[in-house]
């Protein structure tokens, strides 16, 4: 590491300014400014207790910040989307101690970003290097079995690999606005059959005792998020048994990051019964968290999918991105792309033997992103 360069960490991100965190970020991705990673830590989502024990990164020269890295000391493998269970359960059968790991991610947020924050500059790669080498360096100093950094950008791919990190591909399902009208042009570019299913999506689900609201910013009240969090609640505890977040988390976001918050919600007989957070930036719309107290058919395409296609589609917004996983969401207009982690084992036996599982993996997943593409729902050029 070059000499006018020193490596610290936070065990706290209120412990840096919330100005001087994101002078560091390219963009306003809203996973990874301070404002979003505060409201997890003050609401208690992250902390040593729920297995995240904040140890973010950064990089120094003099008195100036040049680099930061959201990253957890993780006592499981809860919360990632990019599964390592198999790799846990081999390395302990072998006598190794897989937990502690080091993180670098945005917890509970399956979505693609910036991982190493570095403002703008001719030595912005060689800056992210020294982050990636320093998370190495804790790794070793503290003992810990490994570095994971999840849903990273793939123009980092090259400094990753050149600085011994693997490179794991997996598949999520994005939508891409390609300038539409409105949504009815979006469904003329739909094979007729796929046009019809969601015609008809869309009429069962808007039937006369459900009505919508789209709700953003200030519109937001407590009310909406006590709604919401029943919904978030109900479906968490059914799908993965603990949910993550804690209801002041929601509020805390409201005031923070409002103008970048969206809730769909859905009422019947004059009660919330449904609804849909997301995020945005200039040019994406991140579909996070979904939840109802009822059962409609439908509900959770024209809420989820739908929706926030209109919503793009009206405000210009580029891209839509549904979260983790879900082939199902191939026949409503999103299509597969592939998505990326790094991974650094301290063991080289170890190493090595990831790096061969993944090779046969990543061969496995170009196959299936080639094929899930041939049955795209657009009409054949």
């Known amino acids: 590491?070059?000499?006018?360069?020193?490596?610290?960490?936070?065990?706290?991100?209120?412990?840096?300014?919330?100005?001087?965190?994101?002078?560091?970020?390219?963009?306003?991705?809203?996973?990874?400014?301070?404002?979003?990673?505060?409201?997890?830590?003050?609401?208690?989502?992250v902390s040593a207790e729920t297995g995240w024990m904040p140890y973010h990164l950064v990089l120094n020269q003099g008195e100036k910040v040049e680099g930061v890295a959201p990253m957890y000391v993780?006592?499981?493998?809860?919360?990632?989307?990019?599964?390592?269970?198999?790799?846990a359960h081999a390395y302990e059968r072998?006598?190794?101690?897989?937990?502690?790991?080091?993180?670098?991610?945005v917890p509970f947020s399956p979505v693609t970003g910036p991982r190493f924050l570095v403002a703008d500059g001719p030595d912005q790669q060689a800056r992210k290097a020294l982050l990636m080498n320093g998370?190495?360096?804790?790794?070793?100093?503290?003992?810990?079995?490994?570095?994971?950094?999840?849903?990273?950008?793939?123009?980092?791919?090259?400094?990753?690999?050149?600085n011994a990190y693997l490179i794991r591909t997996g598949?999520?399902?994005?939508?891409?606005?390609?300038?539409?009208?409105?949504?009815?042009?979006?469904?003329?570019q739909l094979s007729s059959r796929k046009r019809k299913a969601i015609r008809k999506e869309r009429r069962e689900a808007n039937k006369e005792d459900l009505s919508f609201e789209t709700l953003e910013g200030t519109k937001i009240r407590s009310e909406h998020w006590d709604a919401f969090y029943a919904f978030y609640m109900d479906t968490g505890n059914r799908k993965w048994g603990t949910p993550y977040l804690?209801?002041?988390?929601?509020?805390?976001?409201?005031?923070?990051?409002?103008?970048?918050?969206?809730?769909?919600?859905?009422?019947?007989?004059?009660r919330y019964i449904a609804g849909a957070l997301n995020f945005k930036s200039r040019d994406c719309l991140y579909g996070r968290y979904w939840g109802c107290i009822e059962d409609h058919r439908f509900l959770h395409f024209e809420t989820c999918y739908?929706?926030?296609?209109?919503?793009?589609?009206?405000?210009?917004?580029?891209?839509?991105?549904?979260?983790?996983?879900?082939?199902?969401?191939?026949?409503?207009?999103?299509?597969?792309?592939?998505?990326h982690s790094a991974h650094w084992m301290q063991d080289a036996g170890?190493?090595?033997?990831?790096?061969?599982?993944?090779?046969?993996?990543?061969?496995?997943?170009?196959?299936?992103?080639?094929?899930?593409?041939?049955?795209?729902?657009?009409?054949?050029?």
């Open 246 to 270: 804690t209801r002041p988390f929601f509020d805390q976001i409201s005031e923070t990051l409002g103008g970048d918050v969206i809730l769909f919600m859905v009422k019947r007989a004059g």
């Open 350 to 381: 170890f190493q090595d033997a990831v790096a061969e599982f993944l090779k046969a993996e990543s061969l496995d997943m170009e196959a299936e992103i080639q094929y899930l593409n041939k049955h795209s729902p657009f009409k054949k050029s």
């Open 74 to 87: 993780k006592g499981h493998s809860q919360g990632e989307y990019v599964f390592d269970h198999s790799w």
């Open 135 to 162: 998370a190495r360096q804790i790794a070793v100093k503290l003992g810990l079995s490994s570095v994971h950094a999840t849903f990273i950008r793939e123009d980092d791919i090259p400094t990753l690999q050149e």
């Open 1 to 45: 590491m070059s000499e006018s360069y020193t490596l610290s960490t936070l065990q706290s991100i209120s412990q840096m300014e919330a100005d001087v965190w994101d002078s560091c970020l390219e963009d306003d991705h809203p996973f990874v400014r301070h404002a979003f990673l505060k409201a997890l830590e003050d609401s208690g989502s």
């Open 94 to 105: 072998a006598g190794g101690r897989y937990y502690p790991k080091l993180q670098l991610s």
């Open 306 to 339: 739908y929706r926030a296609i209109d919503y793009a589609i009206q405000h210009g917004i580029k891209r839509v991105e549904a979260g983790a996983q879900g082939p199902h969401k191939l026949a409503r207009g999103y299509l597969p792309v592939k998505t």
């Open 171 to 188: 598949e999520q399902f994005h939508w891409v606005n390609k300038g539409y009208a409105d949504f009815d042009a979006f469904l003329e």
